[in-house]
């Protein structure tokens, strides 16, 4: 009761406006956090730390990447002491509310980012968001036996579908590029016309298709394996800490020079001095940053976990498009009609997590605030994911509703063939790239005593593509965090890393074109630019 009292505080006294203020109490609970995982779900240290060297504010995929990179590659005879602070429970936010799906759409990717980035970076780019399938799969497989039952990481089946002749012609034509210039990406994927197209998806009105390998598409339990990760990294390493539902409440910097410290953290359970803080806490991240204001926006977006229906394959047994066969793991699809609609199948009991309807808002939930994920589903999107699958597959393919699942224990949990419904809250830059790296004193609009010591640090606003960019991300800003704490005065980005990505001052100059966005990133996020660019 003290917990959910403190956020509605928070969240009464937010200035609305830019600001985003704190996450509000009591969110949806998603299909993904049930049941909930105890080690780590309502997490406090029995005396919250006085000093450590890294505050991080958030707890999802962005967060614990940082974490377990800084911890994994940082000195092992003197661990960094590092403090995570999170506002309600582990895990809460968006990457416990996602699609659970590891799969880049390359060709669309590489041609939107070459219009505002060199083709170097285009490529570069790219190649980052298709790294994420194996990056994400390694590291839930270096969990324990549990952490890697429970994470479900694993290849896919993956298919993206077109529902007009027009859009599958500028998606193959893109891909035919792609190919040329990108070749170890472009080689990955497949176009398919539609009488094939048709055979192999399942789809009875689709245009075209295309498929990729298992290289470069995956999917997770995105909460299950952040919370073993963060179980992981309490067991192993003592200087790390973990504490929910205590928010950072304000930041300011240390003046006295003697100190090793450069901020304080104030929450409601005490004050935290730190050298660093890294701010992970995505579409909240402009309440602490006040120069993000404008710069980093939220949406609301919706997701659903259902039964397909009885008739439609079991994991394994759909059409193959490779001399492989179908994979045992499941089979994942993106479905380009007007907006973007998504779909991961299950392998264990055959759920089929479907996101989308985007534009479809009734309005009918009078003033539900863009950063509220408490409130019940918009009536409309609601309405459209509980219907659209059957109509997606065809009333023939899909056959009568399945009667063999297993029944529900967890309240949260609903026995019809649609399991929940749910809302998230994803962030967004006006340039539509994740900001990245060390953040400029302009934009946090506090000094730093000893910039060689410490400073201000980012990975956010990835447009609601978080599961091809968090992670990554997160591990590249650990190694510039890392080189800042051997005393690397210009801390270098790893040649790996998209240099694009990288906050700057002129970057937050000339990001103030939210029409950019919606070129760079015509999927997830579009319906919540579009509105922004109507008011």
Not at 373 to 381: E, G, I, L, N, R
Request: proline share 6%.
């Amino acid at each position: 009761m003290i917990k959910s009292l403190v956020l509605i505080v928070l969240h009464t006294l937010t200035v609305h406006g830019a600001d985003p203020g704190f996450p509000v109490a009591n969110p949806s609970i998603s299909y993904w956090q049930t049941p909930p995982n105890i080690d780590v779900a309502d997490r406090q240290s029995h005396q919250l730390p006085v000093e450590v060297d890294v505050v991080i504010i958030g707890s999802g995929m962005t967060g614990t990447s940082i974490a377990r990179h800084l911890l994994n590659e940082g000195r092992q005879d003197q661990p960094l002491r590092i403090a995570m602070l999170e506002a309600r429970q582990a895990c809460s936010g968006a990457t416990g509310r996602n699609g659970g799906h590891i799969r880049p759409s390359s060709y669309s990717e590489y041609a939107e980012a070459k219009e505002v980035v060199s083709q170097a970076e285009a490529a570069a780019i790219t190649r980052l968001r298709a790294a994420h399938v194996d990056a994400l799969i390694s590291a839930a497989n270096e969990l324990d036996d549990a952490g890697r039952e429970a994470a479900e990481a694993r290849p896919v089946d993956s298919i993206d579908a077109f529902f007009d002749e027009g859009s599958y012609i500028r998606a193959a034509a893109q891909l035919d590029v792609l190919k040329k210039e990108v070749p170890d990406i472009g080689s990955q994927w497949t176009s398919w016309g539609q009488e094939d197209a048709r055979k192999i998806s399942l789809l009875p009105q689709a245009s075209g298709i295309l498929t990729g390998t298992p290289k470069i598409a995956g999917a997770l339990w995105p909460y299950r394996f952040v919370t073993h990760t963060l179980k992981a990294l309490l067991d192993k390493y003592p200087t790390f800490s973990l504490d929910t539902h205590t928010p950072a409440l304000n930041i300011s910097s240390i003046d006295d020079r003697s100190g090793r410290t450069n901020f304080e953290v104030a929450t409601p359970r005490g004050i935290i001095k730190t050298r660093h803080i890294v701010h992970a806490a995505n579409a909240w991240i402009p309440h602490h940053v006040p120069g993000l204001d404008g710069k980093i926006s939220g949406g609301r977006l919706h997701m659903s976990a259902q039964l397909g229906g009885a008739g439609l394959p079991k994991a394994g047994a759909w059409p193959s498009y490779t001399s492989n066969g179908s994979l045992l793991t499941g089979r994942a699809w993106s479905l380009f009609r007007g907006n973007l609609d998504y779909i991961v199948q299950m392998p264990k009991n055959g759920e089929y997590m479907f996101g989308g309807g985007e534009g479809l808002r009734s309005g009918g939930n009078g003033t539900v605030s863009e950063l509220d994920d408490s409130a019940p589903p918009d009536h409309d999107t609601a309405s459209y994911l509980n219907g659209a699958l059957p109509n997606y597959f065809g009333y023939a393919n899909w056959g009568t509703e399945r009667t063999d699942f297993p029944q529900p224990t967890d309240p949260n949990v609903w026995r019809g063939r649609t399991k929940c419904i749910w809302t998230g809250i994803e962030g967004g830059s006006t340039d539509g790239r994740p900001f990245v790296g060390k953040i400029p004193t302009s934009a946090t609009r506090r000094q730093v005593k000893n910039a060689t010591a410490g400073a201000e640090w980012i990975s956010a606003a990835y447009d609601g593509e978080g599961m091809c960019f968090a992670w990554l991300c997160g591990q590249a800003l650990s190694a510039m965090m890392l080189d800042s704490e051997a005393g690397v005065k210009n801390h270098s980005v790893p040649d790996w890393f998209p240099k694009s990505l990288e906050i700057t001052e002129a970057r937050l100059r000339n990001s103030n074109t939210a029409k950019r966005a919606l070129r760079m990133r015509r999927g997830r996020m579009s319906g919540f630019w579009d509105r922004i660019l109507r008011e």
